[in-house]
């Protein structure tokens, strides 16, 4: 994890300081946010769990999602996110809940032509969102970068706190 330590340790210091506790819902980035956020001494302070969400059973089967709601919008949207990230907070109970939804690659999946692009969304006190475009066909090197803009919408929303 030494390659995302430095966004994992603002992160998690700012969590701590707040005392504030957060829940992932990922996708293509595979378990990296919360191994990441896990990877800094003092996790149980703020880490409560974390769901790999890759598939839409894994989806329904973890998170209570308003199903009608997450119909109508688009795939691979900061909204789309927002209802993730919303689900898997109140999944938990927890200060935060972050989502991410990628194409890591290679190859496109069924709703979308590009790989390279992750959205996502932070659900707490104050809300949050991106949206990363790499236009990268490479599997790992998306993972990561889409972690490290994970790991950074945390540390830049809460020293808005």
């Known amino acids: 994890m030494s390659r995302f330590s430095e966004h994992s340790s603002s992160a998690a210091n700012l969590l701590t300081k707040h005392n504030h506790s957060i829940s992932v819902a990922e996708s293509s980035t595979g378990g990296l946010i919360a191994a990441s956020l896990l990877s800094v001494p003092g996790a149980s302070r703020y880490f409560i ?38 689900a898997a907070r109140s999944k938990l109970n927890t200060t935060w809940g972050i989502a991410e939804l990628g194409v890591a690659g290679p190859g496109s999946t069924p709703y979308i032509d590009t790989t390279g692009i992750s959205v996502i969304a932070l659900s707490g006190p104050i ?35």
């Open 49 to 86: 769990g974390g769901i790999i969400i890759y598939t839409a059973s894994s989806r329904r089967a973890f998170l209570d999602l308003d199903i009608n709601r997450v119909k109508k919008l688009k795939p691979l949207t900061e909204e789309m996110a927002f209802e993730f990230a919303k």
């Open 127 to 161: 809300d949050a969102s991106v949206t990363i475009k790499t236009e990268l066909n490479d599997r790992e090197k998306n993972m990561e970068l889409f972690t490290v803009a994970a790991l950074q919408l945390i540390a830049q929303t809460l020293t808005k706190i």
